[in-house]
Nanobody
Framework: QVQLVESGGGLVQAGGSLRLSCAASGRTFSTYALGWFRQAPGKEREFVAAISWRGGNTYYADSVKGRFTISRDNAKNTVYLQMNSLKPEDTAVYYC?????????????WGQGTQVTVSS
């Protein structure tokens, strides 16, 4: 069992930066792949980024490539999403997720989400 709690969301102007954190509990955290997803109002949840359990492999949605960076610190049971050059279209609730296998779609465990709002 893995429990996930996101933090770091907020209101930022376009062009600004935010760093999201996701703290996890559970002995097997370091063996899980981790991902970030987001859901904007009226839209389906979409994949943002994912990282393998050792951190050696990362994947990004085309819409965030070059602007967002996913990383993890297994010693701290935490995964991060550094978001730079934010755009109004990045406004969404951001969720972290954990899964035994690295994937860009189905994840077994989910956090409750943190709101990110980018003003123009």
């Amino acid at each position: 069992q893995v429990q996930l709690v996101e933090s770091g969301g907020g209101l930022v102007q376009a062009g600004g930066s935010l760093r999201l954190s996701c703290a996890a509990s559970g002995r097997t955290f370091s063996t899980y792949a981790l991902g970030w997803f987001r859901q904007a109002p009226g839209k389906e949840r979409e994949f943002v980024a994912a990282i393998s359990w050792r951190g050696g492999n990362t994947y990004y949605a085309d819409s965030v490539k070059g602007r967002f960076t996913i990383s993890r610190d297994n010693a701290k049971n935490t995964v991060y999403l550094q978001m730079n050059s934010l755009k109004p279209e990045d406004t969404a609730v951001y969720y972290c997720a954990a899964n035994p296998l690295l994937t860009t779609s189905r994840y077994k465990y989910w956090g409750q989400g943190t709101q990110v709002t980018v003003s123009s």
